[in-house]
């Protein structure tokens, strides 16, 4: 393994004040975007709409890399946003499925012919991977231990091959927002997923300073009925991840998972503020999905040969979350 280059792309990847665009959506939920919008999922409107992402003037400004799918990097798109100085990198996961004998509940997979797919994907010109793991909430019931563990396990022999391949991994445990739970349930469950991750990254020999965390934040469910105020998921958020993530991990970034877009650049912003410099042992930024894209692809699906209000919205939300990973 070759812990500079590793650390280098790192600590690139995290540099304030930029983020990471997530915009490797699979094929299927890109359809589903689409739908939408009333825009037909074709390869060509695919590319057109990623395009449009990667073409953005001045978005390398606000934004390090950007998280690509299969089809999008194999349409030029990773060169595109390599000449403008934004790392491509790829979501290498096949998506979560079924977990056996534990109803509601899901596993990542993607490791058979990961070694082979990550070679490939370091000749193309990617500096790293994403593998997203889904944690549910329900009741007092889920997530399971066994739903923890084997998605930990799965995501460290994941960073593994990565950092074998030469490539960042970035390891996202999300603990789904989805129900009504409270935001201490949140907090358990994010505490419990976290220490089995970083528990299983030890184990399997992950080097830290090169490799990043996608976290969800610590959040009272969708449907809570009292929901906590950007303060408290900002102090609760920050706590979870001090008591959990190790010193020498590169950084942290935070997925959207259905927050507004204002939602998520508030937390982030609060997060921040609240941190004096040096409190926080690594940076704090975003990558962002949907809370980065949504208004851009509304603007797009009015005239999807216009990209420039598109490009407007894109732009406006990549400067705020920007300016909120600096105090
Ligand atoms: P959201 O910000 O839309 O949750 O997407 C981030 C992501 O990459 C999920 O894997």
């Given at each position: 393994m070759?812990?500079?280059?590793l650390?280098a792309?790192a600590d690139?990847?995290?540099?304030?004040?930029?983020?990471i665009l997530?915009?490797d959506?699979?094929?299927?939920?890109c359809t589903k975007?689409?739908?939408?919008?009333?825009v037909e999922?074709?390869e060509?409107?695919?590319k057109?709409?990623?395009e449009?992402?990667a073409?953005?003037e001045?978005?390398?400004n606000?934004?390090?890399?950007?998280?690509l799918?299969?089809?999008?990097?194999r349409?030029g798109i990773?060169k595109?946003?390599a000449?403008?100085?934004i790392?491509?990198g790829?979501k290498v996961d096949?998506?979560?499925?079924e977990l056996?004998?534990?109803e509601g509940?899901?596993?990542?997979?993607g490791?058979?012919?990961?070694?082979?797919?990550l070679?490939?994907?370091?000749?193309?010109?990617?500096?790293?991977?994403?593998?997203r793991?889904?944690?549910?909430?329900?009741g007092d019931?889920l997530?399971t231990?066994?739903c923890i563990d084997?998605?930990?396990?799965a995501l460290?022999?994941y960073?593994?091959?990565?950092?074998?391949?030469?490539l960042?991994p970035?390891?996202?445990?999300?603990v789904l927002?989805d129900?009504d739970?409270?935001?201490?349930?949140?907090?358990k469950?994010?505490?419990?997923?976290?220490e089995?991750l970083f528990e299983?990254?030890?184990?399997?020999?992950v080097?830290?300073?090169g490799c990043?965390?996608k976290?969800?934040?610590?959040?009272?469910?969708k449907?809570?009925?009292?929901?906590?105020?950007?303060?408290t998921?900002?102090?609760?958020?920050?706590k979870?991840?001090?008591?959990n993530?190790p010193a020498?991990c590169?950084g942290?970034?935070?997925l959207s998972?259905?927050?507004?877009n204002?939602?998520?650049?508030?937390?982030l912003n609060e997060?921040?503020k609240?941190?004096?410099a040096g409190?926080?042992?690594?940076?704090l930024?975003?990558?962002y999905?949907?809370?980065?894209?949504?208004?851009a692809l509304?603007?797009?699906g009015?005239?999807?040969?216009?990209?420039?209000?598109?490009?407007?919205k894109l732009?406006e939300?990549?400067k705020?979350?920007?300016d909120?990973?600096i105090?």
């Amino acid at each position: 393994m070759d812990k500079d280059k590793l650390k280098a792309t790192a600590d690139q990847m995290v540099a304030k004040p930029k983020g990471i665009l997530a915009m490797d959506e699979s094929t299927g939920t890109c359809t589903k975007r689409f739908e939408t919008i009333g825009v037909e999922s074709t390869e060509e409107n695919r590319k057109k709409y990623r395009e449009m992402l990667a073409t953005a003037e001045g978005l390398e400004n606000y934004v390090s890399g950007a998280i690509l799918f299969d089809e999008t990097l194999r349409q030029g798109i990773g060169k595109t946003l390599a000449d403008k100085g934004i790392i491509p990198g790829i979501k290498v996961d096949t998506g979560a499925k079924e977990l056996a004998l534990h109803e509601g509940e899901k596993i990542t997979e993607g490791l058979d012919g990961l070694r082979d797919r990550l070679k490939e994907y370091a000749e193309l010109g990617c500096g790293f991977a994403k593998w997203r793991a889904v944690i549910t909430i329900k009741g007092d019931t889920l997530p399971t231990e066994a739903c923890i563990d084997a998605n930990a396990h799965a995501l460290a022999r994941y960073a593994a091959l990565c950092q074998e391949a030469g490539l960042v991994p970035i390891v996202e445990p999300e603990v789904l927002m989805d129900g009504d739970h409270s935001i201490e349930r949140c907090y358990k469950i994010t505490s419990e997923t976290l220490e089995e991750l970083f528990e299983e990254l030890e184990e399997q020999g992950v080097y830290l300073p090169g490799c990043v965390l996608k976290a969800s934040m610590v959040l009272s469910g969708k449907d809570a009925q009292d929901r906590a105020d950007v303060k408290t998921v900002a102090e609760q958020t920050v706590k979870c991840l001090k008591e959990n993530v190790p010193a020498d991990c590169a950084g942290v970034v935070f997925l959207s998972g259905g927050q507004s877009n204002e939602e998520a650049t508030d937390h982030l912003n609060e997060m921040n503020k609240m941190s004096e410099a040096g409190d926080l042992p690594w940076p704090l930024s975003f990558s962002y999905g949907r809370a980065l894209q949504s208004s851009a692809l509304t603007a797009w699906g009015e005239n999807i040969d216009d990209v420039s209000a598109a490009q407007e919205k894109l732009l406006e939300r990549a400067k705020a979350n920007s300016d909120a990973t600096i105090n």
